[in-house]
């Protein structure tokens, strides 16, 4: 199924872990320029702002070639305009293919062809349907895990998150105001299968070519799980979809779990991220704790707003200061010394890049000594007085 040669991959991989040794400072820098130069691996780019440059390219280059097929196709007008779209997606997939032939992978060039292939999929897909979300959305999806199965494409997998999300909005509007309804709870269901199913294959894994991509849905769950029942989320979609006008003294329906879940939820994410030492998790927490003071800000405002940002930096930099006091002379666990290597399983591969920096890439050969040591009797060579 994945387009690339997986022995480049894990070339890949090494030059990676290499790279993040150099900088824990386990390795030199000429033993990580000897591993990059006997690795041979995709050709990729990990600036952004470089492979923002060749992404603007490859999006250029794949308007030419659609400009050029539409040059001709414009004779037939309306016939053509029915079509085209699926010709430029056909072009965006064959293009993709082409560039993983070529090693391209994460350059820029190729994400041109993937995202362009994926719109076109979806503009193609609402001129046939008449602008119908629910297959929209479900062939966006499909083609997205496609991409991202075969060409391990990160931003595909974020695609496949979002247009999976509004193909479970889009049916359940089917059901009419039942469905939007009970929807925060089916959303919040969704969120919390999907969540498992994903940890569950990642656990599971027996390469890691998926991991990354499968990281990005798990943490996406974990997004959609505190947002399906947010309250301030829900009370506005409530009045967006089914019209429900809260009056004063009122409120919505159920609203003391959401309220609840609005606050839960976050220390709970807070919890479990300190418990399993998940930085993402971690970093979702924060974000979504300041997000339910907001909600609650955006209801009932307390304090003005002035003294709520002066009391609530307080509060914040105490947090802080005596958090960085407690855990700067930590060595480990959860502590505020910085990490010598970003990645938790980069020592797995330490020894052996260390080996074939120093022996250049060839396997260690036993050699038999011509005379016998040990034999000791007092911790040290040759104490019985032979060799």
Known sequence: MIAYNKEKLDN????????????????????KKFIEKELS????????????GFFLLGCLLYGSVCGSISVFGLSAENAFFQICCYIFAIVGFAGTELLANQNYHNHGLDDAFILGALLNVGVAIAVTTEGYEIVIAFFVAIGALFMFLRYLHILSMLVFCLSAT??????????????????????????????????????????????????????FCLVLFYLSCNYLVVRELSAALLGAEVKPGTDIPFAFFFYAFTFIVPIVYLVQALKTKDRIMLWISFLAIAFSIYTIRFYHSVLPIEVALTLGGAVLFAIAYFSIRKLKEKE??????????????????????????TFGMKPEVKTDSPMEFGGGGFSGGGSEGNF
């Open 12 to 31: 890949g991989i090494l030059a990676d872990e290499a790279d993040s040794l150099f900088k824990g400072g386990f390795i030199s820098k000429e033993q």
């Open 332 to 357: 480990s666990g959860l502590t505020f010394k910085p990490d010598r290597i970003n990645h938790s399983d980069s020592l797995l591969n330490a020894e052996a890049l260390v080996v074939a920096s």
């Open 41 to 52: 691996g995709l050709k990729s780019q990990n600036n952004i702002l470089v492979r923002l």
């Open 166 to 219: 509004a193909f479970l909005f889009y049916g359940m509007f089917e059901f009419g105001d039942i469905g939007k309804a009970i929807l925060p709870f089916v959303a919040m269901i969704f969120a919390g299968a999907f969540y498992f199913l994903t940890k569950k294959i990642m656990n599971r894994l027996t390469e890691n070519y998926y991991y990354n991509g499968l990281l990005l849905a798990n943490s």
